[in-house]
């Protein structure tokens, strides 16, 4: 009998986890009672009851497993450090809020039992925000242009990944996993499936600007050098132009010695130009190092204060 991981991260899901628990179950024993599965939660430092909550669950249902994190270590490192610990045949994410709705397990178990090693589904409308919808929609337009890698618009990584797939993300070092990313560039048979997302049932998303700006970034410079290739074709433009400027401006003062008086403002005006562009550029160089940084310190995605029901 096959077996299905089910990972659920958290962070200050007190509200809504029991509801979680109980959705996943209900799906399993009644359209796939032939599977035996796993639930596995990872707690990322929650300050509520969260991991009493769960305690509570896994008492009474040795199915539920629970890594509790010693410290928040971000929205990336977390559930994929989960889904490296788990031991069925696939693996299938679901978040706690229920925007991954569970019902579409059975239908990704279908897609899996045909051939498919990725079942992939993809946003196809969500009750979010126009500013965020916008957003996300100019993030996957750069992600899919400047990319080397292809890249799905409105997949928020929640499908079912088989073993094989699970076993090549094993060897992987990635300190900083971007795992929509990873998914396609291991590769393997894909399917794709289509969802409405639902809004949020319980509790506030831990999500702001900045966490998503830094999620981003995180995309566009592992999957893309495109900003630092940018940046060379930028440099060059901007020396030509200032170059030909100075050419005219010579040209033009020697023709009209006295009447062309010489003036500070486009020496500000240029200081103040390649002064923005240089430091536009050594943020992206800073990116990148700090990308390889982390590469090169080997720190583990996350360290473990606890593990229930793993025996």
């Given amino acids: 009998m096959n077996t299905l991981s089910i990972v659920t991260p958290c962070y200050n899901e007190e509200a809504g986890i029991e509801e979680c628990y109980e959705a996943v179950r209900n799906v399993m024993e009644s359209d796939l009672s032939d599977l035996t599965y796993e639930h596995i939660f990872i707690d990322n430092c929650s300050h509520d009851r969260t991991v009493d909550k769960l305690r509570a669950i896994a008492a009474r249902d040795r199915r539920v497993k629970i890594i509790v994190n010693a410290r928040n270590f971000g929205p990336a490192r977390s559930p994929y450090h989960a889904f490296l610990q788990t031991s069925g045949d696939a693996m299938v994410p679901v978040l706690a809020d229920l925007q991954t709705p569970p019902g579409l397990i059975p239908e990704m178990v279908e897609r899996w039992r045909r051939g498919a090693k990725a079942v992939i589904a993809v946003r196809r409308s969500s009750q979010e ?28 990584g929640y499908g079912l990944y088989d073993r094989c ?23 393997f048979e894909r399917a ?7 809004p949020r049932r319980r509790g506030r998303s831990s999500y702001n600007f900045f966490s ?5 970034l995180l995309g566009l410079s592992t999957y893309s050098r495109a900003p630092l290739r940018l940046m060379t074709l930028l440099g060059f433009s901007v020396s030509m132009l200032s170059f030909l400027a100075g050419v005219v401006y010579l040209v033009v003062k020697l023709l009209f010695w006295y009447s062309l008086p010489v003036g500070v403002a486009p020496v500000l005006i240029a200081i103040f130009l390649l002064g ?7 943020g992206v160089l800073g990116e990148y190092i700090g990308l390889l940084l982390n590469y090169s310190r080997q720190f583990p995605l996350v360290i473990e204060k606890e593990r229930i029901n793993f025996d």
């Fill in 129 to 156: 925000k126009p500013f965020w919808r916008l957003t996300r929609a100019a993030f996957y337009f750069l992600m899919k242009k400047l990319s080397r890698v292809e890249q799905i618009p409105n997949f928020m």
């Fill in 165 to 187: 797939v699970i076993d090549a993300m094993r060897k992987l070092n990635e300190p900083e996993p971007y795992f929509r990313g990873l998914v396609m560039e291991i590769g």
């Fill in 192 to 198: 794709t499936i289509e969802y409405d997302q639902p």
């Fill in 212 to 216: 998503l700006a830094d999620f981003a």
């Fill in 276 to 282: 923005s562009i240089q430091l536009f550029a050594l």
